[in-house]
């Protein structure tokens, strides 16, 4: 895991970044500036237990895929969930809290992930664990109302003019942030590039 200081606010991005690009970008653009982080991680998965894992690039070149993409210093790209033995997102964070005692941590998933989030293991075990920012995305801007997620834990919502306190809410708390989205999507790039073993 990267190094951190006592008192820090990170942010967790997780997902398979296959492949990165522009959209993970802005993601974490957003999340920076409103949720006021010294740091986010691009947790980059083995792979998503829900999704096939044909046209899965191996893990080594998407790390690699992503540190050519990133060039702010605060994101910082990691795979310590492989060496976790298990692809659960619930028992990783947990992971994570156990290890990162004085660290303020905030879930970052995109919109789109509402839809199956009630499908996850443990998906409320997650939302418990830290608070959780979800950031908008193309077509998924109303997800938010009707997700299972969100109708279960409405009571725990935070308005997106205080985000960037989100860290200092006990879990759980989860916002929904609104801004400029990208209609960039890992599923389309791979597509166009389906005759390129590379993409």
Do not use: C
Not at 123 to 146: C, E, K, N, Y
Not at 157 to 186: C, M, N, Q, Y
């Amino acid at each position: 895991m990267p190094h951190v200081e006592r008192g820090m606010v990170v942010g967790l991005f997780g997902g398979s970044f296959n492949p990165p690009h522009e959209g993970h970008l802005l993601v974490s653009e957003i999340a920076l500036r409103r949720l006021r982080l010294d740091q986010l991680w691009w947790m980059v998965t083995p792979g998503n237990p829900l999704k096939s894992k044909s046209g899965l690039a191996p893990l080594q070149e998407r790390i690699a895929m992503s540190e050519r993409l990133v060039r702010d210093p605060r994101i910082k790209v990691t795979a310590f969930e492989q060496s976790l033995g298990g692809p659960y997102t619930a028992h990783t964070l947990a992971h994570v809290k156990a290890r990162n005692r004085g660290i303020h941590f905030i879930w970052i998933m995109g919109a789109d992930s509402l839809r199956t989030f009630h499908l996850w293991q443990e998906w409320q075990s997650i939302v418990r664990t830290f608070p959780i920012a979800v950031i908008d995305r193309p077509g998924s801007t109303l997800s938010f109302l009707s997700s299972n997620m969100t109708r279960t834990f409405d009571y725990a919502h935070v308005d997106e003019d205080d985000a960037g306190a989100l860290w200092k809410k006990p879990a759980p708390a989860w916002t929904f942030l609104h801004g400029p989205r990208s209609t960039i999507s890992s599923t389309s790039l791979r597509l166009a590039g389906a005759g390129n073993p590379r993409t």
